[in-house]
């Protein structure tokens, strides 16, 4: 009977015990992969950033119009080409203008053949004067005719004068006509590339009207020298000061970035959100040659360091909690531990820690995926880069 019994746990045994072994097992707790950092001893700096996206600025740059209307007779650049300054972008039709300068000029050089004429003129007059004067002293000339002469040599210098006087006439209306003739051409005022032309060979033109802003007929920037200007929370500006260092970033070049100084703290506040009021910082980059590949207009950030320390003990701001609280992963143990540690001074990427952790000490930073909790199982996220 007892063997009977035996054989009847043993036989409910075998069918139970694999479900059972199946349930735990499927049961059991998940292991969750984590990314952790070590935490290390290095630079941590005391930033202010940014509070909306700043943009990268050219230092020169023209939205370049005639100061006149026309039509565009020659057009000679296209968008993105390097002008050097002087050179003619655009010239509407000009050709009265262009026949008033010559004829103007000719005029001119009339004027100066006049006057070499009255002046020769009245250089002979003054010698006839003057030998006619030398004829009286020993009775050969009459009073008479030395005081005829003397007045004719007179009128002859006026003459000389007033011809003279004429080329200078005639100078400042081929000025005039100069003037006039060059407010139908665009150059550039330096050297630079041409970002945009509005416009076509035979197109019209007009002036922009006053208060009625027009598209450029030609956009030209100077490439060569960028900075950024960003806003910043008008709460972190009082702590800026020109000559600070900063670092640059720009979406379009990625996690790299690039040393700057700050060059400008506006001296004013922006209020066209009144919630958000901010000041304009401008920062240059050091090394100016990084801006070879960089466009006027790319969007960019700013961190102005305020303080730094070299041997901080540090962990990745991206690890922290809500509560000054981080994970330590325990290789192990294979548990997370949840701790409060004390902060000092902290940036987007690091955070100095005063107590709480150890150097060597594996900290989490994927903290927001799931399961990621005080005391769960994780293991290692091998394949994060």
Known sequence: MQLKHTRSIAVVLFLVLPGVLLYLYLNRPKLIAVVVKRVDTGMVQNTVANTRAGTLMAERRASLSPSVGGQIASLGV?????????????????DDLTARVELASQETSAAVARAQEACVVAEV???EADRLMKLRKKGVA??????????????????????????????AKLSVAQAALDKTRLVAPFDGTVAEVNGELGEFVTPSPIGVPTPPAVDLID??????????????????????????????????????????VAPYVLDREKQARTVDVEVTFIDAGVTADMLPGYSADIEVVLVENT???????????????????????????ERKIE??????????????????????????????????????DDTYD
């Open 311 to 337: 041997r901080a003990l540090r962990i990745p701001s991206e690890a922290i909690i809500e509560g000054n609280r981080v994970l330590i992963f325990s290789e192990q143990a294979g548990v997370l531990e």
């Open 343 to 380: 902060t000092g001074l902290h940036n987007w990427e690091y955070t100095q820690v005063l107590s709480g952790v150890r150097d060597g000490e594996q900290i989490v930073v994927s903290v927001d995926r799931e399961g990621v909790e005080d005391a769960a199982r994780a293991i290692i």
């Open 125 to 127: 007059a003054r010698r």
């Open 142 to 171: 009459s009073e008479e005719e030395v005081d005829q002469a003397d007045g004719e040599a007179s009128a002859k210098m006026a003459g000389c004068r007033a011809a003279k006087a004429d080329i200078g006439v005639s100078k």
């Open 223 to 264: 490439t060569t020298s960028l900075y950024v200007s960003a806003p910043i929370d008008e709460v972190d500006a009082p702590e800026i000061r020109t000559g600070m260092s900063a670092t640059i970033s720009l979406d379009a070049f990625g996690k790299k970035r690039f040393a700057g100084i700050v060059r400008r």
């Open 78 to 94: 296209s968008e993105g080409d390097k002008v050097k300054a002087g050179q003619l972008l655009l010239e509407l039709w000009n």
